[in-house]
């Protein structure tokens, strides 16, 4: 699938445009040529597993790559037979590459310099003081900590007022913690410079957090293409719907596929689904995989069913686990319809009766129920133990 | 006798201490102490023996005293002050040649060489399988008077420009200072490389591709990026080419003439041949002293102590 960009409203002079960029390793495809534009001024996020092309997308529009095919534009200007030392892009490398021979100064100086720059000492001052760093100008880059030399090497990238700031894996090497600091010091940055950021990360959650725009690459594709909410509220396949957070599939069989609603019939019970969000075709008979987000669903104890408003989505389970984690109990439900339901219960009122082998009924609006085509991995794009364990579980199946 | 000559101080520097460990207090000092032993034995009462040397008078027949005698040092340096200073300059022209032939090689072995780099590295160590002598005698035969090379040379008319520097003499290579740098620079080289190798092959590739993302060309990269890092190798291998071949008498001997005789055969020929003993001990110490105030010179100037 070679996605198109659906965010070119505005036909600004910065954007970045990969037009069928593509990258080959002798029989190997990195990168399958793909079409994307960055708007100007954008925060964009390439969300991928190790592997799926996106550092390699990176490194092309930085110009450390070569592409096998396609072109990169940087607004009008083609760059792509550019070397990277002569495009207008600066990158932060995942291991930050700060010149060890150099102080923090000199590191952050070095773009300048090399064009020639000469009274460098008051930009690459207010420079430290953005990433406030003024104190240690004077010293090697060996003597600051994990998050004072990502620090730096986002000065020392930004001082250059790059058209576009690549940052590859800028947070990875960082505690938990930390990260989540950098991640809204970064995005502070970014709305205070107003620069384009193209930022590479297999962190769902930092590319939600930080981004406007996420593409979600899977082996050497873009899945797809949309704001954090759109990408996780309407996944187009079960691999962005996995990778971003959790979801819950149902194979289900069509009933009636006409109106408004499809009406679905899954393990003798009846589920509707919104047609306008539906990814399958939904002619009567058809499979469809009806997915839901573990926290979009309600938990009630069998003996209370009765309580349960008309209209809504329901499933009857049995509770094989649960999971305390402070502000929601995470339960595991098994149901005819699926093994392993998750379902995130915020923890308002609990209910002492929820507890493993409780016979319980899932309930949920159907306006939050998504429907993709049956015909691929349930698991794909499954976190954790993904690959490897993705690929036994399917045989196993 | 001839180890004082042929180890300075600076060469056999002791084992570094061990990385330090709560347990076994005492190991540290056990596994230290063949080395030390070793050290003592063959380096350090040697040095004490060369030194108490120095200060005798006497003769051979009657047998030498401590006398104290120190303006042997004296005499000795005012007699054999030009074959100090062809040494240094032999020995420096030497390694700067081993820089400028080894940086290159050494940098291709480390970014380029890719598959080759094993087969690269073990040519550059492959002339070690061979005799020191062995390698500098058929530097005779290379350098021969109307062999191939030299009469390249003369067709190129480079032996003019050579013969007008007073590095060449007429139509001859042997036995010229030429020769003898040139013995110098090939028995070294591989001194030269193999550090130069290590410190650049230590380099993170993803500095030049910064370097070159912040608007470095390629050439500044290397002005501004690779060769300040690798400059520990740039040091220690200056270092190991410098001073081994400014003790050096073999290549002289064998491939200059008496006008091309350095430090290293006078003591020789001190030690063995007039049975000169205080001045040829003499003669070795200057020179230790020579070359270490050399080398701390140029290592306080290369600044590189918060490199290696």
Redesign the interface.
């Known amino acids: 699938m070679t996605t198109t960009n659906d965010t070119t409203a505005s036909a600004n002079g910065g954007d970045v445009r990969l037009t069928g960029i593509g990258k080959t390793y002798g029989s190997f495809t990195a990168v399958h040529p793909l079409d994307l534009t960055v708007p100007q001024g954008s925060f964009f996020a390439l969300l991928g597993a190790s592997g799926c092309g996106k550092t390699t997308t990176l490194r092309m529009i930085?110009?450390?790559e070569e592409p096998t095919s396609g072109t990169v534009h940087l607004g009008d200007q083609d760059v792509t037979a550019l070397?990277?030392?002569?495009r207008p892009?600066?990158?932060v490398?995942q291991?930050y590459?700060?010149?060890?021979?150099l102080d923090i100064f000199e590191n952050v100086a070095?773009?300048l310099r090399?064009?020639g720059i000469k009274s460098v000492k008051k930009q690459v001052e207010e420079m430290l003081e953005l990433v406030q760093l003024g104190e240690q100008a004077r010293k090697?880059p060996h003597q600051l900590s994990g998050g004072q030399q990502q620090r730096v090497a986002v000065a020392?990238?930004l001082i250059?007022h790059p058209k576009v700031l690549l940052l590859d894996e800028p947070l990875g090497a960082l505690d938990l913690k930390l990260r989540r600091q950098m991640q809204l010091e970064l995005k502070r940055i970014q709305t205070e410079v107003g620069i384009t950021f193209v930022h590479v990360t297999h962190d769902q959650e930092e590319a939600m957090t930080m981004a406007d725009t996420v593409a979600v690459m899977n082996a050497g594709r873009v899945e797809q293409l949309g704001s954090p909410a759109d990408l996780y509220e309407n996944p187009r396949t079960t691999f962005v719907a996995n990778f971003l957070g959790t979801s819950n599939f149902i194979e289900a069989e069509v009933d009636t596929g006409s109106g408004d609603d499809v009406v679905l019939k899954a393990g003798g019970g009846r589920l509707v689904l919104p047609g306008a969000r539906n990814r399958a075709t939904a002619t009567a008979g058809a499979r469809i995989l009806v997915g839901v987000r573990p926290e979009k669903i309600s938990l009630t104890h069998a003996d209370d069913a009765d309580g349960i408003p008309e209209g809504r989505n329901r499933i009857t389970g049995r509770i094989t686990g649960a999971g305390f984690i402070g502000v929601s109990t995470q339960f595991v439900v098994d149901s005819p319809v699926c093994s392993d339901f998750e379902v995130y219960v915020q923890n308002i009122d609990r209910d002492p009766r929820l507890v493993p082998g409780a016979e319980v009924v899932l309930h949920w609006n159907p306006a939050h129920t998504f429907g993709l085509d049956a015909n691929q991995s349930l698991l794909a794009g499954t976190v954790g133990s993904a690959g490897v364990a993705t690929v036994e579980e399917e045989v196993a199946r | 006798m001839t180890t004082v000559t042929e180890a300075p101080p600076l060469a056999p520097a002791p084992p570094e201490p061990e990385p330090p460990r709560r347990r076994g207090r005492w190991t540290p000092y056990l596994l230290l102490l063949p080395g030390l032993l070793w050290l003592l034995v063959f380096f350090a009462l040697p040095v004490v023996y060369q030194a108490s040397t120095s200060v005798q008078t006497g003769s051979l027949e009657e047998g030498y005293q401590v006398t104290w005698h120190v303006a042997t040092y004296w005499e000795a340096l005012s007699e054999y002050w030009p074959q100090f200073v062809r040494s240094v300059l032999y020995a420096a022209s030497a390694t700067v040649l081993c820089l400028l032939l080894g940086y290159p090689l050494a940098y291709l072995i480390a970014f380029r060489a890719g598959r080759w780099r094993n087969l690269i590295m073990i040519l550059v160590i492959a002339p070690f399988f061979t005799s020191f002598l062995i390698r500098t005698l058929a530097w005779k035969t290379i350098l021969a008077d109307g062999g191939p090379v030299v009469g390249a040379l003369d067709a190129l008319h480079v032996l003019d420009v050579t013969a007008w520097l007073g590095w060449t003499a007429g139509d001859r290579v042997l036995a010229t200072p030429l020769a003898v740098v040139c013995g110098l620079t090939y028995n070294f080289l591989p001194f030269m490389i193999l550090p130069l190798y290590t410190s650049l092959e230590r380099i993170?590739p993803?500095?030049h591709?910064?370097?070159?993302?912040?608007?470095?060309?390629p050439s500044?990269t290397f002005r501004?990026?690779t060769f300040?890092?690798s400059?520990p190798g740039v040091v220690s291998g200056t270092l190991l080419t410098f001073i081994p071949a400014t003790g050096d008498y073999v290549n002289a001997d064998l491939l200059g003439s008496t006008d091309t005789r350095m430090v290293g055969n006078v003591i020789q020929s001190q030690f063995l041949r007039v049975l000169d003993y205080p001045t040829a001990a003499a003669l070795s110490f200057i020179l230790m002293a020579a070359i270490l105030i050399m080398v701390t010179l140029y290592i306080r100037k290369s600044g590189t102590e918060?490199?290696v």
């Open positions: 930085a110009g450390l070397p990277p030392y002569k892009v600066n990158t490398f291991s590459a700060l010149f060890p021979h070095f773009g090399r064009r090697k020392r990238a250059n | 993170d993803r500095l591709e910064a370097a070159n993302d912040l608007y470095a060309r500044t501004k990026v300040p890092l400059m918060d490199l």
